[in-house]
């Protein structure tokens, strides 16, 4: 459950790391971000049929620290997915987006779906979890193009080590799509 919570996370967290940015393809995160300024959500695994998405975010940055909200869907004892809202904070390194050295994991609140009487508490134990777990030294993640709009995402260590985390696709849209479990 924390494994996949935790991948959730990083998947629509939009943090980006290269091996220190000088493999051939890599764009900056901030790159990203001017380019895909008209286009700011990030939607992580695009399902054209269902028109969803694994996860979606938005990042910003101001003074070196790049926001993140992201959302995410989890299914409740019935089947029917609650969406939640992972609020991030991320270091900018060499282009690349990293879990902060301090800090204390991703601020999670209930948005809708599921259970709405069980979504707060819900995202309390999510938040309690993540918070406990918290790995400053976590992978961050790096921008390749892959197309219009779309890019993969491969996650490595600081070190610009390649991580044991498979890479990802994501896709910009102009708005966000919805989530799904």
């Not at 980006?16 to 895909?36: E, I, R, T, Y």
């Amino acid at each position: 459950m924390m494994k996949n919570i935790r991948c959730a996370l990083l998947a629509t967290a939009g943090v980006w790391v290269s091996s220190m940015g000088h493999a051939q393809g890599f764009v900056s995160v901030l790159q990203v971000m001017d380019d895909m300024i008209d286009t700011p959500y990030e939607c992580a695994d695009y399902d054209p049929v269902t028109d969803s998405c694994s996860g979606v975010s938005l990042m910003y940055s101001e003074e070196g620290i790049i926001y993140n909200a992201a959302w995410f869907a989890l299914p409740d004892a019935n089947g029917d997915p609650w969406v939640f809202e992972a609020f991030s904070e991320y270091e900018f390194l060499f282009g690349w987006g990293c879990p902060p050295s301090q800090g204390q994991g991703a601020g999670i609140s209930y948005k809708s779906g599921g259970t709405p009487e069980l979504g707060a508490q819900y995202a309390e134990q999510i938040e309690a979890q993540v918070a406990a777990s918290f790995d400053p030294f976590a992978p961050c993640a790096g921008y390749y193009p892959a197309g219009p709009r779309q890019y993969v995402v491969e996650f490595r260590h600081r070190n610009g080590e390649l991580a044991d985390q498979a890479s990802i696709r994501v896709q910009f849209f102009a708005e966000p799509k919805t989530v799904r479990p």
